[in-house]
Antibody, heavy 123, light 112 residues
Framework: QITLKESGPTLVKPTQTLTLTCTFS??????????VGWIRQPPGKALEWLTF???????RYSPSLNSRLTIAKDTSKNQVVLTMTNMDPVDTATYYC???????????????WGQGTLVTVSS | DIVMTQSPLSLSVTPGEPASISCRSS???????????LDWYLQKPGQSPQLLIY???NRASGVPDRFSGSGSGTDFTLKISRVEAEDVGVYYC?????????FGGGTKVEIK
């Protein structure tokens, strides 16, 4: 059974750094083609992709947030950590982590999602 | 960036009737490997998004066959052959061809 769960602070102050952890089970981030990504959703708005990290440590970031985002994995702990600096009230959103599978011959989209964690940015 | 545009914004459907959602991409989503990297997701009220369709027309595991995806080039469609009450929520298309991955703005489906 594949599960993912996000954890981290629910409230951060403007200019602070947000650190979220995605803890997963049922798959390995050392398996070829596997990636874990972060997607966020401001209240009442659409989904926005932020970043993902692949099994081989290949990383991609949203250009609009690139300078503020860092993603890292700890394969031994089955965790992926997202860091977002200089938080602003507009960053208030539910943050989801999700698994992605993509190789030259296999693609499953974001097939498993965490429950999401609401992060509010306010002083 | 590839821009994804969905229509309509919302849809009210009688149970048992069909429904159709359109998604248009600003660039073709066909990869040189022959795959078209277009996904559909459903976010039911209060829940996380769930994968419905990947690679334009492949139903994800456990997705009922009343859901189908089609299209080519830059124009794609999600069809529900007979809408059921459990199908309410917001539907999103997403291109997985290149980073940054981008989602459509969503289509809200409700039951009449």
């Amino acid at each position: 059974q594949i599960t993912l769960k996000e954890s981290g602070p629910t409230l951060v102050k403007p200019t602070q750094t947000l650190t979220l952890t995605c803890t997963f089970s049922g798959f390995s981030l050392s398996t070829s083609g596997v990636a874990v990504g972060w997607i966020r959703q401001p209240p009442g708005k659409a989904l926005e992709w932020l970043t993902f990290i692949y099994w081989n440590d290949d990383k991609r970031y949203s250009p609009s947030l690139n300078s503020r985002l860092t993603i890292a994995k700890d394969t031994s702990k089955n965790q992926v950590v997202l860091t977002m600096t200089n938080m602003d009230p507009v960053d208030t959103a539910t943050y989801y982590c999700a698994r992605r599978l993509k190789t030259a011959t296999i693609y499953n989209g974001f097939d498993y999602w965490g429950q999401g964690t609401l992060v509010t940015v306010s002083s | 960036d590839i821009v994804m545009t969905q229509s309509p914004l919302s849809l009210s459907v009688t149970p048992g009737e069909p429904a159709s959602i359109s998604c248009r991409s600003s660039q073709r989503l066909l990869h040189s490997n022959g795959n078209t990297y277009l996904d559909w997701y459903l976010q039911k009220p209060g829940q996380s998004p769930q994968l419905l369709i990947y690679l334009r027309s492949n139903r994800a595991s456990g997705v009922p066959d009343r859901f189908s995806g089609s299209g080519s080039g830059t124009d794609f469609t999600l069809k529900i052959s007979r809408v059921e009450a459990e199908d309410v929520g917001v539907y999103y298309c997403m291109q997985g061809l290149q980073s940054p991955l981008t989602f459509g703005g969503g289509t809200k489906v409700e039951i009449k």
